[in-house]
């Protein structure tokens, strides 16, 4: 029997399969081109639709809004010159005279028009559609005026006019309402290439009225895994993401010299929410106690690795509305079980828990530790929590319906405080809101619908100081801390500013090496 | 033989007419609501009940199932996050997926045959146990692992490789490996099992007999026989890599089927979930005929009635 002959291979493929290999790996981007990171890839850039953050994130690149928010968070005039309250129910918004579409052609009140009517247009079923509820009409006043009329005063409407891109009269109307993508904006970049599911490739507007833009390009690649983004972070391929990677992974990019980890404060805030139908999460003293058993501090610091700071408001403390007089829950176990005790709920002698307690959470990885950490900490005054982590759906279903006594989740864009509205105003019990807590309090009511009603600053700072301190008083939710935005860049990124709501406007400021 | 082929072509629009009566019937009891992934909750309920009669959403379930028919057919059934067509979405992914598939297929039978050869020839050596701890630790090793760990080797380490994305030269290489050399392990004990058998047949022992080399014995003569159940799993296998590279996609940053299913699944895009499923078992059943056919073509005692 001969043996098998298996032929090794010569010289000279092995330098083929070695220049192969050579050629193959993923260059650096290159200098006039910037590889940004997102985890999911954005469903619908036409800015009429924008259905998720990433959508609405980089349209705001391609189409500019009429106004634009700071660092600070602040609204500010963008492709509005100007805006004002002509009476409570009316705002004029003048616009620039140097913006022009990507096919230079100027923008004018009928393409503002043309857009918020698209969107209001039930036909054409955006999901921006709820977001316009106060505008009863949209109307050209001259060229370059705009004139909003609103249903009812509605204070927090200018965040309106900082969501919405404008996009041009003449696309809308040969597009109709079939919902196909508009392309032609007067932002500082341009659509250049799509590949859906993988890439998208945005290129520089060289006549953007907001200056010489950082970089010829910027290139969003799809990377779902948090861990393959890191190593593309590090390998050098990509340059810059944000908000999209896990805390324990950061520590680990802070090592590399190649690598910058930014911090800046922002409006996400994370909280415990509780069931108030479910006795005895109903008296107030259950829910302190739950409260001061868990340790933020320790959280922060620890599991989250400092990228977060304890919460005592939704409100950030840099907001003109936070107060700054907010009685503070401090970690306090001892307290918590008098507190406990005080309300019928005494340890039993057997050592059993006193109460028990079903929490939910999505299956978000970080979101599981922390719940391990409640688990613990409520363990430490007597509490039983069972933890049930479910697929996001599923979760969200559940928590809406009320079958949870707990739960934790993240208030997002919190950038007026007519936010509270959403999550403790008794008509936002859902399906209409997210007072999913069912907390009722005429007090809050009044106070929130005062808040929204006026639109002078110092009025309803006033009001909503009052807003916070009986949400601190009556605890139907428990504000735990500010999640930080965080950015991963290369150390050659340059002119890259952070804002608190996680905007990437500041992209078009942004270049590489020596900059532009 | 055509007759056979004609009869399983004709059951096909049966088979696939159940699959999607059963993924639509499924996706109904799926607990979430597609409206709150589209408006969120920041929505009066008006407002959401205008999104679900737009979408005909609250329609009876007999409606809505003839409307998902009607509109399949007229290429007409559109995702409710972007409102195109799910063709038109799932006809840019397939590609890719395609690509991939036949990638990792390679992978698969380039290590398993020889591999799986070798270990039959050399039947209870150190070769034929090394070649099963291997086809072992293969079958043990999940993509999830494998996966980055030969991304730091290669990519990050070597820097041979993109480390993610299908847009680079290369970038084939590393998810077609970590899907490959899964199967491979299967692929390796089927191949052995096989040969080894063939090898033990008389006109082995007859062709031996007539002086030819051992390797036209194995190559031409064994191989040939046992390809069957190697072709079997192989088409097996490609109906698998066509419909379930999920992880791997993810991983890779692959933009294929499975990452279009597992996001529609998440946001409930629900005639996303559906067109797709259709999709995938269409894919099913017609490599599971094709695989039938293969047979026949190899071994003429398979006779397809």
Redesign the interface.
């Known amino acids: 029997?001969?043996?098998?002959?298996?032929a090794g291979p010569g010289p000279l493929a092995i330098a083929l399969i070695a220049s192969?290999?050579?050629?193959?790996?993923?260059?650096a981007p290159p200098d006039d081109e910037l590889v940004f990171l997102i985890g999911?890839?954005p469903?619908?850039l036409d800015p009429r639709?924008v259905?998720?953050a990433w959508s609405e994130k980089i349209a705001h690149l391609v189409f500019s809004p009429l106004l634009i928010r700071d660092p600070r968070g602040e609204l500010r005039p963008h492709l509005a010159e100007s805006h004002e309250f002509a009476s409570a129910t009316e705002v004029i918004v003048r616009l620039r005279d140097d913006a022009y579409f990507h096919d230079r052609t100027p923008v004018r009140a009928s393409d503002v028009v043309a857009t918020y009517r698209s969107i209001l247009d039930?036909a054409l079923?955006s999901?921006k559609?709820?977001?316009l509820?106060a505008i009863s009409d949209v109307s050209e006043v001259a060229p370059r005026t705009v004139r909003f009329s609103l249903h009812r005063p509605h204070a927090p409407f200018l965040q309106v006019l900082a969501s919405i891109g404008i996009a041009q009269e003449s696309e809308i109307l040969a597009n109709g309402t079939?919902?196909d993508v508009l392309w032609t904006g007067s932002g500082p970049f341009l659509f250049e290439e799509i590949?859906?599911?993988?890439?998208l490739l945005l290129g520089r507007n060289p006549e953007w009225f907001g200056g010489r833009v950082g970089v010829e390009h910027v290139r969003f690649?799809?990377?779902?895994?948090a861990?393959?983004r890191s190593?593309?972070l590090?390998?050098g391929?990509a340059d810059i993401t944000q908000n999209d990677l896990p805390p324990h992974v950061l520590d680990h990019l802070s090592a590399s010299p190649d690598l910058v980890v930014e911090t800046a404060e922002s409006t996400l805030v994370k909280y415990l929410a509780f069931n108030l139908e479910r006795p005895p999460l109903d008296d107030v003293r259950v829910r302190r106690a739950i409260a001061m058993a868990i340790d933020r501090e320790a959280i922060t610091r620890h599991k989250l690795r400092g990228f977060a700071t304890v919460a005592h408001s939704f409100l950030h403390p840099d907001s003109w509305a936070y107060a700054g007089d907010i009685s503070v829950l401090r970690h306090d176990p001892v307290g918590a079980r008098a507190l406990l005790d005080e309300a019928g709920l005494p340890q039993p002698a057997d050592g059993s828990a006193r109460l028990h307690l079903v929490f939910r959470t999505s299956q978000d990885e970080t979101a599981i530790a922390v719940a391990k950490i409640l688990r613990r900490d409520l363990a430490a005054v007597g509490i039983e929590m069972e933890l049930r982590s479910n697929?996001?759906?599923?979760f969200?279903?559940?928590i809406?319906q009320g079958d949870f006594d707990l739960y934790t989740l993240s208030g997002v864009g919190i950038n007026d405080p007519d936010w509270y509205s959403?999550v403790m105003h008794s008509d936002s019990q859902?399906?209409?809101?997210?007072n999913r807590e069912l907390y009722d309090d005429a007090t809050m009511d009044a106070l929130l619908e005062a808040g929204r009603s006026t639109s002078a600053r110092g009025v309803r700072a006033t009001l909503y100081r009052q807003v916070q301190h009986l949400a601190a008083r009556d605890l139907p939710l428990v504000p735990l801390w500010y999640q930080h935005n965080v950015t991963v860049r290369g150390a050659d990124v340059q002119g890259w500013e952070m804002t608190p709501g996680g905007g990437i406007d500041a992209l078009a400021h942004t270049s590489k090496g020596a900059g532009p | 033989m055509s007759r056979w082929l004609l009869a399983r072509i004709a059951l096909l629009p049966l088979l696939l007419l159940a699959v999607s009566a059963g993924t639509f019937l499924l996706s109904e009891l799926?607990?979430?609501?597609p409206v709150?992934?589209?408006?969120?909750?920041?929505?009066?309920?008006e407002?959401?009940s205008?999104?679900r009669a737009?979408?005909h959403l609250d329609d009876p379930l007999g409606e809505r199932f003839v409307r998902f028919y009607a509109e399949l057919l007229s290429g007409e059934l559109r995702s409710l996050?972007?409102?195109r067509p799910v063709i038109e979405?799932l006809a840019?992914?397939l590609p890719n997926t395609g690509r991939l598939a036949l990638a990792a297929l390679l992978v698969s039978a380039l290590v398993a045959i020889?591999l799986g050869?070798?270990a039959a020839?050399k039947r209870g050596t150190w070769i034929d146990d090394s070649s099963m701890l291997v086809a072992l630790v293969g079958i043990s090793v999940p993509s999830f692992w494998l996966g980055?760990m030969l991304?730091?080797v290669f990519?990050?380490g070597l820097?041979?490789?993109?480390?993610?994305?299908?847009?680079?030269?290369?970038?084939i290489?590393l998810p077609a490996l970590t899907l490959g050399l899964g199967m491979a392990s299967i692929l390796t004990r089927i191949t052995r099992a096989s040969v080894l058998e063939t090898l033990g047949q008389d006109y082995i022992r007859a062709a031996?007999a007539r002086g030819l080399?051992?390797?036209t014995v194995?190559v031409r003569h064994a191989l040939r026989t046992a390809a069957i159940p190697i072709v079997t799993v192989l088409g097996l296998q490609l109906g698998a890599l066509l419909t379930g590279t999920v992880i791997t996609e993810?991983?890779?940053?692959w933009?294929g089927v499975g990452?279009?299913i597992v996001?529609a699944?998440?946001s409930?895009d629900l005639p996303m979930v559906q067109g797709s499923v259709l999709l995938l078992a269409t894919i099913w059943a017609v490599v599971n005929t094709l695989t039938d056919v293969a047979y026949a073509i190899l071994d003429p005692r398979v006779a397809l009635r």
Request: glycine share 10%; aromatic share 8%; with cysteine.
């Open positions: 029997m001969g043996s098998l002959h298996i192969l290999l050579l050629s193959c790996g993923r260059p999911s890839w469903t619908n639709f259905p998720d039930p079923g999901v559609r709820l977001s509820d079939a919902g590949d859906t599911g993988a890439h690649r799809v990377v779902p895994d861990t393959v190593l593309e590090l390998r391929s697929e996001w759906g599923v969200f279903a559940d809406k959403f859902p399906p209409s809101g997210a | 799926v607990p979430g609501d709150d992934f589209m408006i969120g909750e920041n929505a009066t309920s407002r959401k205008e999104l737009a979408y996050h972007t409102r979405i840019e992914r020889p050869t070798l020839r980055p991304i730091i990519a990050i820097g041979w490789f993109p480390v993610s994305g299908a847009d680079a030269p290369g970038s290489v031996r080399s051992e390797r194995v993810e991983i890779f940053a933009p990452r279009e996001q699944v998440r409930r």
